[in-house]
Nanobody, 122 residues
Framework: QLQASGGGLVQAGGSLRLSCAAS????????MGWFRQAPGREREFVSR?????????YYADSVKGRFTISRDNTKNTLYLQMNSLEPEDTAVYYC????????????????WGQGTLVTVSS
């Protein structure tokens, strides 16, 4: 089970940090990802971090250099630090877990959090 939190209303240029608390065992073995979905748009990949001690990170071009994904396996928690936020970042953000390498396709992720809304005002 995944529980996302940390969303809210922020002005353009501001920052937010999203968290995703995971329950269950073997959290460290899963690839963890963040996706987002804006109204009227498809769910899109934001970032992912590998599991199994590799912890390599990947980002969508639209967030590269502004967002940072990380994980704390001692707390079973995934994070997304979002800086220099833009109105185009407004969306519901979802955390997800994959027992494979995950990738950018949301269909590769078996477990999903409930989503947290991020609104960036101009």
């Amino acid at each position: 089970q995944l529980q996302a939190s940390g969303g809210g209303l922020v002005q353009a240029g501001g920052s937010l940090r999203l968290s995703c608390a995971a329950s269950g065992r073997a959290f460290n073995t899963y690839t963890m990802g963040w996706f987002r979905q804006a109204p009227g748009r498809e769910r899109e990949f934001v970032s992912r971090i590998a599991g199994r001690a590799a912890y390599r990170t990947y980002y969508a071009d639209s967030v590269k250099g502004r967002f940072t994904i990380s994980r704390d396996n001692t707390k079973n928690t995934l994070y997304l630090q979002m800086n220099s936020l833009e109105p185009e970042d407004t969306a519901v953000y979802y955390c997800a877990a994959s027992s494979t390498s995950g990738g950018t396709n949301y269909k590769a992720y078996e477990y999903w959090g409930q989503g947290t809304l991020v609104t960036v005002s101009s």
